[in-house]
């Protein structure tokens, strides 16, 4: 099979499978940049294929960001951009789909000052809340997914001849997407199942707590009365499936943003705003975090807990065992979606309203009330290792096994 058909399949993989596009809906890809070209070609067929009304990519130019740092002025700093998210806010107003495809942001010049990229960092944090809003809602299809840049290839695949890189990566992406067999769509229901599984037997168990152990990590997660253990495929208010990660190899839920307490440390870099965090530990006391510190990028660290007042708590934790193919390919990709997924989780900012009883029809103060946390803040770093063991507390006060030594106890 060659590369054309092997892009189509990816393609066919996220209409489908991704945001599940209906016929007659829009689709809004959102920030692709411009290195991703041929991937937002073949899903824009797919698209149409499908029946797709309107396809609609607004492209970003990374350099972009640079050239604003360097030159503008320190009101240009100050403004945001509205463009592409009154488009997220239209589609998803609409009820259509949106599509997240993201190559590795190059990062910034060193030369850079660090006070302007900490404002823009915050500006485009704090001006992208719609779409934070819009993947939180219920109200649309979403998926987020990744293409091969040469920038990416070269940091993940350095061993391998510079000639090679880039379409070693792409057969590793296509491998881990689930996008390189004979019935990919096949493939994924059979997967999407598996994960369906998992979340049913945690969501019987409604536990009450989740108590992690490790080197450098002992924390214990509190969870609220309600919460509810999702996984690959998701749900949207009207009923409409889609699988808001491609790839993805976790169930997740919400915790209680006051009830976390104790420390944790990242096992995979994070990066945040341009820039890379690494080997960074938090101290909870109260849902909140007291104390950050990373042996690189640790002010980053910082700004992102600086995002607002509920930057500093948490909205999500994710499960996720060792063997997982991400984690067995032996690469860091240094990128959120495949790192994640390579690794429990967790992530300081906003909850999924989706992620509670009823949650989706709550105001912000009633969800809040119920232990969700809202912020324009999502951002998920990883915890998971084969060293690492997860516990549950049952309801009256039992401590189980979940994980052990970073696999499931428990064969479903």
Request: hydrophobic share 35%; proline share 5%.
């Amino acid at each position: 099979m060659n590369f054309e058909a092997k892009l189509d399949q990816y393609a066919q993989v996220i209409v489908r499978v991704g945001v599940n596009l209906q016929p007659c809906q829009r689709l809004l890809m959102w920030n692709p940049p411009y290195e991703t070209a041929p991937l937002v070609r073949a899903v824009t067929k797919a698209a149409y294929q499908a029946g797709a009304k309107l396809v609609v990519p607004i492209y970003r130019d990374e350099q972009l960001d640079i050239l604003r740092l360097k030159h503008g002025s320190d009101e240009s700093i100050e403004e945001f951009n509205h463009v592409a998210m009154d488009a997220v806010q239209s589609f998803s107003d609409r009820g259509d789909a949106l599509l997240s495809i993201q190559g590795l942001p190059p990062g910034y010049p060193k030369d850079l000052d660090p006070e302007r990229i900490k404002k823009l960092g915050r500006l485009n944090t704090v001006g992208s809340t719609p779409y934070v809003e819009a993947v939180t809602s219920g109200k649309l299809q979403w998926s987020a997914v990744r293409s091969p840049t040469r920038a990416w290839a070269n940091m993940v695949l350095p061993n391998l001849p510079e000639e090679e890189r880039l379409s070693a990566f792409w057969e590793l992406v296509l491998r881990l997407s689930r996008a390189d067999g004979q019935d990919p769509v096949a493939d994924w229901q059979e997967h999407l199942s598996t994960l369906a599984k998992r979340k049913d037997y945690l969501n019987e168990k409604k536990y009450a707590a989740l108590k992690y152990s490790a080197p450098g990590t002992d924390l214990k997660v509190g969870l609220p009365a309600g919460h509810i253990w999702e996984s690959g495929s998701d749900q949207t208010k009207s009923g409409r499936s889609y699988t808001a990660n491609i790839p993805t190899e976790e169930v997740y839920t919400m915790p209680d943003r006051l009830h976390v307490d104790g420390v944790v440390r990242s096992t995979k870099p994070l990066e945040y705003s341009g820039m890379l965090i690494e080997n960074f530990s938090l101290r909870f006391e109260k849902g909140e975090v007291v104390h950050a510190e990373a042996e690189q990028g640790e002010q980053y660290l910082k700004n992102a807990l600086a995002v607002d007042e509920n930057a500093r708590f948490t909205g999500e934790v994710a499960l996720v065992p060792n063997s997982s193919p991400i984690s067995q390919s032996g690469v860091i990709f240094y990128d959120g979606l495949y790192d994640e997924n390579a690794s429990n989780h967790i992530a300081l900012g906003s909850s999924y309203k989706s992620s509670l009883l009823d949650g989706e029809d709550m105001s912000d103060r009633d969800f809040t009330a119920a232990g969700g946390n809202i912020s324009a803040l999502h951002l998920d770093f990883m915890i998971g290792s084969a060293e690492m063991d997860v516990d549950g507390t049952t309801q009256d006060g039992n401590s189980e096994p979940i994980m052990r030594s970073g696999e499931w106890v428990h064969d479903l």
